[in-house]
T-cell receptor, first 116, second 116 residues
Framework: AQSVTQLDSQVPVFEEAPVELRCNYSSSVSVYLFWYVQYPNQGLQLLLKYLSGSTLVKGINGFEAEFNKSQTSFHLRKPSVHISDTAEYFCAVSDSLTSGTYKYIFGTGTRLKVLA | EAGVTQFPSHSVIEKGQTVTLRCDPISGHDNLYWYRRVMGKEIKFLLHFVKESKQDESGMPNNRFLAERTGGTYSTLKVQPAELEDSGVYFC??????????????FGPGTRLTVL
């Protein structure tokens, strides 16, 4: 079965510093990868997705992620964070191996806390 | 275009009671998914509708959970009778017609269910 690992449950970082949120997945076949963000008291919002093509994917709010097939990773990065980036971030893979539903398999989430 | 909406936003019930959660997907989205996040754990898939048909309900915890999508529009998720371990945030997501791993799922804000 596919799985997604987000090793860091919480990441504190100072404002204007760079940040990387790590995501590793387990799959031996082609995958579709997503990063979602959940701001306090809101739903999940799509940040970016990797479907195919260029391994560097740019998303909203200055975020980007790099797909690395050999390392089965899809780490999220931002060169300079703002207080408003404080939120929980979820990595997900679209499961195409079972039942054809393309349901998402999520990681446990990473809480990013941006400090002034 | 309106997003995915869920009602209620919060529900607090006693063990043994019944609760019904509602999800209104984005208009025209045939695919509707239910997910659940128990505190501290990952977001987990519950089931998937294509229009009014259940495509995959492999994630439903037990027969106390009943999901319906009459007419292929909104969906309800009923828990009867509720148990303490049913507490969590229930998310609904929808995606456009057709099944493809590249289809982005759009999430609602979730319903926070607390069973006392």
């Amino acid at each position: 079965a596919q799985s997604v690992t987000q090793l860091d449950s919480q990441v504190p970082v100072f404002e204007e510093a760079p940040v990387e949120l790590r995501c590793n997945y387990s799959s031996s076949v082609s995958v579709y990868l997503f990063w979602y963000v959940q701001y306090p008291n809101q739903g999940l919002q799509l940040l970016l997705k990797y479907l195919s093509g260029s391994t560097l994917v740019k998303g909203i709010n200055g975020f980007e992620a790099e797909f690395n097939k050999s390392q089965t990773s899809f780490h999220l990065r931002k060169p300079s964070v703002h207080i408003s980036d404080t939120a929980e971030y979820f990595c997900a893979v679209s499961d195409s191996l079972t039942s054809g539903t393309y349901k998402y398999i999520f990681g446990t989430g990473t809480r990013l806390k941006v400090l002034a | 275009e309106a997003g995915v909406t869920q009602f209620p936003s919060h529900s607090v019930i006693e063990k043994g009671q019944t609760v019904t959660l509602r999800c209104d997907p984005i208009s025209g989205h045939d695919n509707l998914y239910w997910y659940r996040r128990v505190m501290g754990k990952e977001i987990k898939f519950l089931l998937h509708f294509v229009k009014e048909s259940k495509q995959d309900e492999s994630g439903m915890p037990n027969n106390r959970f009943l999901a319906e999508r009459t007419g292929g529009t909104y969906s309800t998720l009923k828990v009867q009778p509720a148990e303490l371990e049913d507490s969590g945030v229930y998310f609904c997501a929808s995606s456009r017609p057709g099944l493809a791993g590249s289809n982005t799922q759009y999430f609602g804000p979730g319903t926070r269910l607390t069973v006392l």
